[in-house]
């Protein structure tokens, strides 16, 4: 029976084909979930906060994302976890329902309406287009500036940096406070096992680093483990289409379309990139299946009042600790939904237990750099304005979308439009209506 097992996981996602092996997949994912277990405290709080019943929201948000997850790594084979984007979380309950007193159904309804969106355009093809416009720069920079992100969130999480209002910059924060000193114990762990080369190295340095915090009042024992989840009857289908289609509402639209467009796009190259898919030109072969997979996630979540479900950039985690077919992906789905019982000892896990991996994996995916052009200004600069405006306003859209727009007016400047195609004209027209849009969502 064990045998037939391996054999069906085999023939399914192509183990030895793609250099891995049931163990490490199954590490990879927990590693994964690990990383992305805040979202299951962030996400209902904030949802919470728009007047919906917090339980509810968490019962709601695990169930979508193991359906979708599981979905993504069935479908693609490859190792990417997906949920609610934080970007449209916050556009959701705060934006929305909280500063605009939009009805939480008519904000449902504008999410179906962004994941129908999502759904049309994939068919039509336009997706794989936009993928095709986007220089190769920009492509190889995407990843360099999603590490970028992930390693300032990192930072961010341990408190090893912090806003300075006074500044009005980043800098360092209390770096006598124990978080930070945990934070940076557990970074010393990870980087021996590394050296090491234990297979696991990030997953244990996180047990590790959580046992160590236990003494230090940092993490938190729970009262108790075990939690029945709520019920879903307040959330499961609570939108209103028809006043979703309101004109005025359009902007909301694009609000959550197109960061969540470019986020997913971005994540899928920037991780993929990490895990060697990428071919010559910087692109991720059968990505059409990650954009279906997105897209219906997307619509679907909106069923259950969930904000657009999106693949998240703490899968490159489950990456760097080996991951590279889609059982990485159906482990973190199968966690989530277990924890779903027992969601304390999943939120016991402190920041600085998770923040060295966020680190150490976004210094890693800065590698691609080195192939970069840089004797071409039109190749570099955008390439740059991608990686910061990525890392420094938190959203990989703004960074694809500052650097597309460069690239054209360079392209132009230099009189070499006729490297370009209608194709980037029409999407740079798009860009600066994302920019307009956005600049509307007070």
């Known amino acids: 029976m064990r045998i037939l097992f391996q054999q069906s996981l085999e023939k399914q996602f192509r183990l030895r084909e793609l250099g891995t092996d049931i163990p490490t997949e199954i590490v990879a994912g927990l590693t994964t979930f690990t990383t992305m277990a805040y979202v299951l405290a962030v996400v209902p709080k904030m949802m919470g906060e728009a007047g919906l019943p917090a339980g509810q929201m968490l019962t709601a948000m695990v169930l979508m994302i193991f359906l979708t997850t599981l979905a993504m790594g069935l479908y693609t084979n490859r190792p990417f976890v997906l949920a609610p984007g934080m970007g449209s979380v916050a556009i959701f309950s705060i934006t929305l329902v909280q500063l605009q007193h939009v009805p939480v159904g008519i904000a449902s309804g504008i999410v179906f309406l962004s994941g129908c969106l ?13 993928v095709v416009v986007i220089p190769k720069g920009i492509k190889i920079s995407i990843s360099a500036g999603v590490g970028m992100f992930l390693a300032v969130i990192g930072l961010r999480n341990a408190k090893i940096i912090a806003a300075n209002a006074e500044k009005t910059a980043l800098s360092f924060g209390d770096i006598s406070q124990p978080i930070v000193i945990l934070a940076a114990i557990g970074f010393v762990i990870l980087l021996v096992f590394q050296a090491r080369k234990i297979r696991g190295a990030a997953l244990y340095s996180i047990i590790l680093t959580t046992m160590i ?7 938190k024992i729970p009262a108790t483990i075990f939690m029945m989840p709520a019920g879903i009857g307040d959330v499961f289908f609570n939108f209103d289409f028809m006043g979703a289609l309101d004109i005025r509402y359009l902007p909301f639209l694009f609000a959550f379309f197109l960061p969540d467009f470019f986020s997913s796009f971005g994540t ?12 010559k030109n910087g692109d991720l072969p059968e990505i059409n299946k990650v954009f279906w997979v997105d897209s219906l996630a997307a619509t679907l979540g909106s069923f259950l009042t969930i904000p657009v479900l999106i693949t998240y950039l703490e899968s490159g985690a489950g990456v760097e600790a080996g991951g590279r077919t889609g059982l990485t992906a159906i482990t973190s789905a199968v966690a989530f939904l277990l924890i779903l019982a027992v969601t304390p ?17 976004g210094i890693s995916m800065l590698s691609g ?28 859209a703004n960074g694809i979308a500052v650097a597309f727009l460069a690239f054209v007016i360079l392209k132009l400047a230099a009189g ?3 490297e370009m195609g209608i194709g ?15 600049a509307g969502v007070k």
């Open 268 to 279: 899928a190259l920037g991780v993929g990139g990490k895990a060697g898919f990428l071919d």
């Open 345 to 361: 000892l999943a939120l016991m896990i402190p920041a600085a237990a998770t923040a060295p991996i966020l680190v150490y994996v």
């Open 424 to 438: 980037h004209y029409l999407l740079a027209l798009l860009l600066m209506y994302y920019f307009y849009a956005m």
């Open 118 to 130: 999502f759904i049309i355009i994939t068919l039509l093809g336009i997706r794989e287009a936009i």
């Open 416 to 418: 070499r439009y006729k």
């Open 213 to 219: 915090g236990i003494p230090w009042g940092i993490t």
């Open 369 to 396: 750099m080195r192939r970069l052009d840089y004797t071409d200004i039109a190749e570099y600069i955008p390439a740059f304005l991608c990686i910061a405006f990525t890392a420094f306003t938190f959203n990989i």
